[in-house]
Nanobody, 112 residues
């Protein structure tokens, strides 16, 4: 069993910044893909950013240039630095650990 504990959500004004973190623990046998997904009310969950064990990253077009994903392999932790936040970024953000493990979700609300 793998557990993912998220922290760092909150309320921020448009143009502001937030950082999310996700710490993995439990039955972890090797490093793997990790990432962040988000889901707004009434909308489908979508991928925001992913990162491999070697540090290769991919971003959704909507967040390129504004969000940065990183990981600390020694701590089994992944981060999401979110800058220049927009109201449309408002969603519950979920940490993901390959292949099908999810964090509890962190609410991010961006006011206009």
């Amino acid at each position: 069993q793998v557990q993912l504990v998220e922290s760092g959500g909150g309320l921020v004004q448009a143009g502001g910044s937030l950082t999310l973190s996700c710490a993995a623990s439990g039955s972890i046998f090797s490093l793997n893909f990790m990432g962040w997904y988000r889901q707004a009310p009434g909308k489908q969950r979508e991928s925001v950013a992913t990162i491999t064990s070697n540090g290769r990253t991919n971003y959704a077009d909507s967040v390129k240039g504004r969000f940065t994903i990183s990981r600390d392999n020694a701590k089994n932790t992944v981060y999401l630095q979110m800058n220049s936040l927009k109201p449309e970024d408002t969603a519950v953000y979920y940490c993901w650990y390959f292949p099908s493990h999810w964090g509890q979700g962190a609410q991010v609300t961006v006011s206009s």
